[in-house]
């Protein structure tokens, strides 16, 4: 699949750097078109691999941001965005949308710019092109508070009903309790990239060898139609990539030595759709109530087994409950590993976002008792015992 991808706020801009990076590192053409969208100046000059005339800086004469940002305000992050739509439009002048198959805005749910802004740039997306608009979005940990829960649980309302279809990863499920925040989100980032490059990128290779069961952009598309929420599993394994040769020298081997080889590649297939299911889900969630299935296999063909696609393909039907599950290969000559990413679409048991939303009605409340007492505390605190004294003016 082609793409145009867009990262609203930092951690939106964050992760899609690190996808540009991992498609350099592997050879990839997914991200036909990016842009970073911020409103802060010092976030958008992080990127290491989104171009520079590809970063957008909004609300720069907004009161409340001016550049700096827009302290984790939802309802700012909004209003900034809404007002320089026209210069976030300009922005995609030159898209040429014939190359791109989808477009995907990505951002972190729990602060302002891309919490409150990811959804008004999605809306002008789905104005401005045909395409499915896809979303990605981070769901705040637990850790971070009251506060960004409720950004989230607001803003996932916004991005799910607008989008043909959302991806969730849940930074409370990724988080290791032994590294710095910073750290965490690196190798989060960097997790989180292997598996949508990996899933997103199937039917885009040079490859000249054409697979036989290759997925393709339509394969996708379809899976992800359903709507709702989406997550997705991956595993990899090394494999000796001179496997060419062998490939070659398997030709004159007896017709035993075929069989057993074909019967271990197909289990080693088999094996890894299995551990891709049953890994750290990006968002974790009841892998019975998703309504699709997607399976790309990514690696050197020599390593592709059809019975082993179709076995996984049968027993994914069975763990998903659907007869929607599609498996098909991306042909990565050079590859030193065989990876499955494995898209379960619209699943609908996601414990996470259930957790996050009871933080969120808590946090509402609670704010809204402080606003209620708030300004009777202080005219107490202003306020001598007997109300003796008077203001000066
Ligand atoms: P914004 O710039 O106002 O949209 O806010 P940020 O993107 O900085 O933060 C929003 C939320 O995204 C935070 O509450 C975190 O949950 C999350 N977050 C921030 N940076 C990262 C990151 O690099 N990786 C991940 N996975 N999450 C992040």
């Known amino acids: ?25 592997t050879d990839r053409n997914l991200c036909q078109h990016v842009h970073a969208i911020n409103t802060a100046r010092t976030d958008l000059a992080k990127p290491d691999y989104i171009p520079e005339d590809r970063r957008v800086l909004i609300g720069d ?15 700012v992050g909004a209003e900034v965005a809404k007002a320089d739509i026209e210069e976030i439009r300009r922005a995609f002048d030159d898209v040429e949308i014939h190359e791109v198959d989808a477009l995907l805005v990505v951002a972190g749910l729990g602060g302002g710019s891309g919490s409150g802004g990811g959804p008004v740039v ?49 930074n409370d499920a990724w988080r290791a309790r032994e590294q710095t925040i910073e750290e965490g989100y690196e190798q989060m980032n960097r997790e989180l990239a292997a598996r949508l490059v990996t899933l997103l990128a199937a039917g885009e290779t040079d490859d000249s060898e054409v697979a036989e069961n290759a997925m393709d ?9 359903t709507g709702g929420v989406s997550t997705i599993g991956y595993a990899a394994t090394e494999v000796d990539n001179d496997a060419a040769t062998g490939g070659l020298l398997d030709r004159w081997s007896t017709d035993r030595a075929e069989s057993a080889d074909e019967g271990s590649k197909a289990t080693k297939i088999q094996g ?32 592709f087994s059809r019975k082993g696609i179709e076995s996984a393909r049968q027993w994914l039907e069975q763990e998903a409950d659907t007869v929607e599950v599609l498996v098909g290969d991306d042909p990565r000559g050079k590859s030193p590993q065989l990876a499955a990413a494995v898209l379960l679409s619209n699943v609908t048991e996601t414990p996470r976002i259930n957790e996050i939303q009871n933080q969120a009605v808590d946090a509402q409340e609670k704010i809204a008792e402080q606003e209620a007492v708030r300004e009777e505390e202080i005219n107490d605190l202003i306020t001598d015992e007997n109300n003796d004294l008077d203001p000066v003016v």
Not at 61 to 75: I, L, R, S, Y
Not at 146 to 167: C, E, H, M, Y
């Open 272 to 303: 890894l759709v299995r551990r891709a299911v049953n890994s750290r889900l990006t968002v974790p969630a009841e892998i019975s109530s998703a309504d699709r299935a997607l399976v790309v296999l990514s690696g050197p063909p020599s390593e």
């Open 61 to 75: 004469t907004n009161q409340k941001a001016k550049g700096h940002g827009v302290g984790g305000d939802v309802e």
């Open 122 to 170: 999605i809306d002008t997306l789905q104005e401005m092109y045909d395409e499915p608009v896809y979303g990605l979005g981070v769901l705040p940990g637990k850790y971070e508070g009251g506060r960004p829960a409720l950004n989230a649980a607001r803003s996932l309302q916004s991005f799910v009903t607008k989008v043909d279809n959302f991806i969730g990863f849940d």
């Open 217 to 225: 952009s339509s394969d996708i598309i379809r899976t992800l139609d």
């Open 1 to 25: 699949m082609k793409l145009a991808t867009i990262g609203v706020g930092n951690a939106g801009s964050k992760i899609v750097d690190r996808m540009l990076e991992f498609e350099s590192q």
